[in-house]
């Protein structure tokens, strides 16, 4: 078994919410690096609610995972065989792995890493996600003290980094998570103002009053990683020059959520209010990658940045935790131990 890999191809569109049949199992002999490639032994993957969205043939930022390709995503492993010089065997990589327990990759497609953290991090609080939190908040989120910041999916990767910042620069935090006990640890963990069970609540018209409460001057940032219900009652909330940065539209991906048209309430608040709403696509940014690493990586090395991981072990289980993440079966980071 040592010559041998597992990787998990897309078998077919999903259709709704993904569902184990969506997903196929393939075991093959370990590929042998070609010149400039390094073979990576992967230790921890990464599950992300943008993955959703790859799996459907639609046009996007980024290309649609093929029928029969492996699904997409991060990993971090060891170098176990080399041919490009500048990596060695063992040395600790992360890259576009795929869910695989092996990945071949061009060695400038790779980073590598330091063993003064959890690897784990680099996919997380360090990798994609916390960057992503880092770089939406300065471009687009222009916090300032004083002001109020209200962030659904609060306690996951981007939301729990988005709100450590905004607190930080000297903001009203406000977090909105699914459950008591997601906005205990909002609270208590992350240093939040205050925080809103969202499934407390059967209408959006009752969530925006919990919200108006915990927002008494109104909302001048709302970090957009939800859509659906939170949405609307955000809306009528927010404060004229009110910044939205757009990372996910999580309420909507598995096209299950009530979507009665309120665009024309939108749009007439960007207008009076005088909006800013940006879409946010990582890769666009990622000439800043090595700035926010160093700017937060110290932070986190001395415990001043909080994260949480959710640690599901075994590479056969991520069918099933993918789904989990996109109900909000997740706490903090999923992380797929292998």
Known sequence: ???RMTRIALARRPQGAPVAE?????????????????LVEVSHLSLDP??????NDVKSYAPSV?????????????VVATNDPRFSVGDLVVGVTGWATHACLSGSALRKLDDSLPPSTALGVLGMP???????????????????????????PVGSMVGQLAKAAGMRTVAIAGGAEKCRIATETFGFDAAIDHRAFDTASALHTAIAEAA???????????????????????????????????????????SADRLPMLWRSVLVKRLSINGFIVYDHWDKFDTFLAEV?????????????????GIDKMPAAFAALLEGG????LVVEL
Do not use: C
């Open 50 to 55: 943008y993955m959703r969205g790859r799996m």
């Open 1 to 3: 078994m040592k010559n």
């Open 22 to 38: 969506d997903f196929a199992f393939d075991h093959m002999d370990l590929p042998d690096p070609a010149p400039g490639e390094v």
């Open 297 to 313: 990586g110290p932070k986190v090395a001395a415990g001043e940045i909080a994260y949480l991981e959710d640690v599901v072990q």
């Open 330 to 333: 997740n706490t903090g980071k």
């Open 66 to 78: 093929g029928i029969g390709e492996t699904m997409t995503g991060e990993g971090v492993g060891r």
């Open 130 to 156: 916390g960057f992503t939190a880092w770089a939406s908040l300065n471009a687009y989120g222009r916090p300032k003290a004083g002001q109020t910041l209200v962030v659904a999916a609060a306690t996951g």
């Open 216 to 258: 008494p001057d109104g909302i001048d940032i709302y970090f957009e990683n939800v859509a659906g219900m939170v949405l609307e009652a955000v809306i009528p909330l927010l404060n004229t020059f009110a910044r939205i940065p757009v990372i996910g539209t999580i309420a909507w991906y598995n096209e299950l959520e009530d």
